[in-house]
């Protein structure tokens, strides 16, 4: 079992910035972000691939934000810039572990959830 821990949501202008943080008890090759927004499913942000740093990312995000990784401290990071009301939700760290893959923005590719960040754009 690996458990995620998020930090580093907040509250932010239209135009700010946020950095998310997730660090992982275990390793784990594939790690994304997700986000929910009231009343609306969860969707995948990014992800990132381990062995050789491919990323995938949402149309929605593409361009303003980041996804990286620090292998020796198990950490993913989501830098997110020109943030939009928009992307007002909760953001989940996401790990795939021994599971099938469906695609890097795909729920069924991941089997281990944080408990979640929440980040607010809001003038």
């Known amino acids: 079992q690996v458990h995620l821990m998020e930090s580093g949501g907040g509250s932010v202008q239209p135009g700010g910035s946020l950095r998310l943080s997730c660090v992982a008890s275990?390793?784990?090759?594939?790690m994304g972000w997700f986000r929910q927004a009231p009343g609306k499913e969860r969707e995948g942000v990014a992800s990132?691939?381990?062995?050789?740093?491919?990323?995938y990312y949402s149309d929605s995000v593409k361009g303003r934000f980041t996804i990286s990784r620090d292998n020796a401290k198990n950490t993913v990071y989501l830098q997110m810039n020109s943030l939009k009301p928009e992307d007002t939700a909760m953001y989940y760290c996401a790990a795939a572990i021994g599971i099938g893959w469906a695609g890097g923005l795909n729920r069924r590719s991941y089997n281990h959830w944080g408990q979640g960040t929440q980040v607010t754009v809001s003038s």
């Open positions: 275990g390793a784990s090759i594939i």
């Open positions: 990132i691939i381990s062995d050789d740093n491919t990323t």
